[in-house]
Antibody
Framework: EVHLMESGGGLVQPGGSRRLSCVAS????????MNWVRQAPGKGLEWVSN????????HSADSVRGRFIISRDNAKNSLFLQMNNLRDEDTAIYYC???????????????????WGQGTVVTVSS | DIQMTQSPSTLSASVGDRVTITCRAS??????LAWYQQKPGKAPNLLIY???TLESGVPSRFSGSGSGTEFTLTISSLQPDDFATYYC?????????FGQGTKVEIK
């Protein structure tokens, strides 16, 4: 069974930093792209960042580019999100989400979110 | 970025009703579209990907259709467990984007 467990959330002051982690189990971690998706209180879903299977390629939403860094450690089945220069509007539940199965043509066809963690809450406030 | 617009924002329906939710993309996304269900306090759950492919374990009363810029999610006979918020998501091009959500409420 696929299991994703996030940690690292908490209260952070504006301008501060926080590192989120996600530990995966139940599948071959380096066979799948991984993502962070967030949800502000009472709001909809927002994709944040994506990382390739090898970790070499990353993409991020405009709202976090230059401030958030996604990374992974395939040896430890772990995904990370380093969040810097946090703003009030970064307050949200942050979900770790696994993509679908890639094919021989690549991972574009699998760029949906097939499995989700339970989320970790980040609150940015003074 | 590609904008995704869902309608309606809220839908009131009864058990047994046929329910249809529409998702429109601001440009052609072919069939690179997924649908999710989210219940209060829970993570979203994938229902459909590639516009019409039902995720394993999802009841067959859920179906998806469409291509290009207009898509629909249909629940053929609404069940008590289906009262939730539904989101579409395009994955044709970065930045991947979601619709604003459709809340299905009990009538």
């Amino acid at each position: 069974e696929v299991h994703l467990m996030e940690s690292g959330g908490g209260l952070v002051q504006p301008g501060g930093s926080r590192r989120l982690s996600c530990v995966a189990s139940g599948f071959i971690f380096n066979d799948y792209e991984m993502n962070w998706v967030r949800q502000a209180p009472g709001k909809g879903l927002e994709w944040v960042s994506n990382i390739s299977r090898s970790g070499i390629s990353t993409h991020s939403a405009d709202s976090v580019r230059g401030r958030f860094i996604i990374s992974r450690d395939n040896a430890k089945n772990s995904l990370f999100l380093q969040m810097n220069n946090l703003r009030d509007e970064d307050t949200a539940i942050y979900y770790c989400a696994r993509g679908g199965r890639c094919t021989s043509d690549g991972c574009h066809s699998a760029a949906f979110f097939q499995h989700w963690g339970q989320g970790t809450v980040v609150t940015v406030s003074s | 970025d590609i904008q995704m617009t869902q309608s309606p924002s809220t839908l009131s329906a009864s058990v047994g009703d046929r329910v249809t939710i529409t998702c429109r993309a601001s440009q052609n996304i072919y069939d690179w579209l997924a649908w999710y269900q989210q219940k209060p306090g829970k993570a979203p759950n994938l229902l459909i990907y590639k516009a019409s492919t039902l995720e394993s374990g999802v009841p067959s009363r859920f179906s998806g259709s469409g291509s290009g810029t207009e898509f629909t999610l249909t629940i053929s006979s609404l069940q008590p467990d289906d009262f939730a918020t539904y989101y579409c998501q395009q994955y044709n091009s970065y930045s991947w984007t979601f619709g604003q959500g459709t809340k299905v409420e009990i009538k």
